[in-house]
């Protein structure tokens, strides 16, 4: 009788510690009122940021390669002159996911992000899924977008070949590891920019920032008045409004959603935003 009254409890034992140290915690939340109470109490990041900065480093975050490469592809091959609904559309369906982030960031503004938002409202166990979903998204992505360096600047050359040896990419023989001195250069000034402080660096995107959306505006400028003043000369497509039809307008529109992201950094600053009463 005592023996299986041991057994009993033990078991028991074992299941509470399953549940709150096992699959239990995965389903853990934080909440709202103790994560601002500790914000409050502990340290935090300074609060420097103004509207405008960051309004400049979503646009920022926002206007990259995607808007320059997807807009001809997309309307060659998909929606034709409808890309501007194509566009009307998937900027429909990223507002309200920013409407979102804009809610989430405003209750709890905090520098994690989805990881954070995740751990309130879902558990721990989503959350640390998305956390290291966002590690993985902005080294990746990071790296990707620094090794683009290179094509692009041998074109101010006349091809990688003609790229002095100090800035074109070399393969190390027995290991097979392609160097490329220009992505390393470019991610140490970023990296140097981050560590100076965040109005430095939003400073600096501030300045991108502007000089890209300059240059977008002459490539519409220029583009389009040379390809209405010509008629397109150099291609042969489809007449009409929506020469790939309705669907095509959709496919688009689902191509093109990706020049919309990147948004979602902003949510990431909403701690160091400070707010003007």
């Given amino acids: 009788m005592v023996a299986s009254r041991n057994m009993h409890s033990s078991s028991n034992s074992a299941a ?24 409050e109490q502990g340290p935090r990041l300074a609060q420097r940021l103004s509207v405008i900065d960051v309004v400049a480093i979503g646009v920022g975050a926002t206007i990259g390669a995607g808007v320059y490469v997807l807009v001809g592809t997309v309307a060659r091959e998909q929606a034709g002159p409808a890309l501007t609904v194509s566009f009307l559309i998937a900027g429909v369906a990223a507002a309200l996911s920013a ?25 721990e166990g989503a959350a640390w899924l998305i956390g290291w979903a966002l590690i993985l998204e902005y080294t990746l992505g990071g790296s990707a977008i620094a090794r683009g360096l290179t094509p692009n600047l041998a074109l101010f050359f006349g091809g990688q070949e ?27 000034i970023v990296t ?5 402080g965040i109005k430095e660096s939003s400073l600096a995107q501030t300045v991108v920032t502007t000089i890209n959306i300059c240059g977008m505006i002459f490539i519409i400028t220029a583009g389009g008045y040379i390809a209405f003043k010509n008629g397109w000369p150099g291609y042969d497509l489809a007449t009409g409004y929506l020469p790939f039809g309705f669907n095509g307008m959709l496919a ?26």
């Fill in 252 to 277: 688009g529109s689902g191509i093109v959603f990706f020049s919309f992201i990147g948004f979602d950094v902003v949510a990431s600053t909403a701690e160091e935003v400070y707010y003007e009463h």
């Fill in 192 to 196: 140097i920019l981050l560590c100076m």
């Fill in 99 to 123: 409407f979102c982030y804009a809610e989430l960031a405003s209750r709890c503004p905090s520098a994690g992000s989805a990881y954070h938002y995740a751990y309130i409202c879902i558990g």
């Fill in 162 to 188: 003609n790229l002095p040896s100090l800035l074109s990419r070399h393969t190390i023989p027995a290991l097979g590891i392609v160097v490329d001195p220009c992505a390393a250069v470019l991610v140490l």
């Fill in 16 to 39: 509470k510690y399953c549940s709150s140290s096992g699959f239990g915690s995965l389903a853990r939340r934080k909440q709202v009122d103790s994560v601002l109470a500790k914000r």
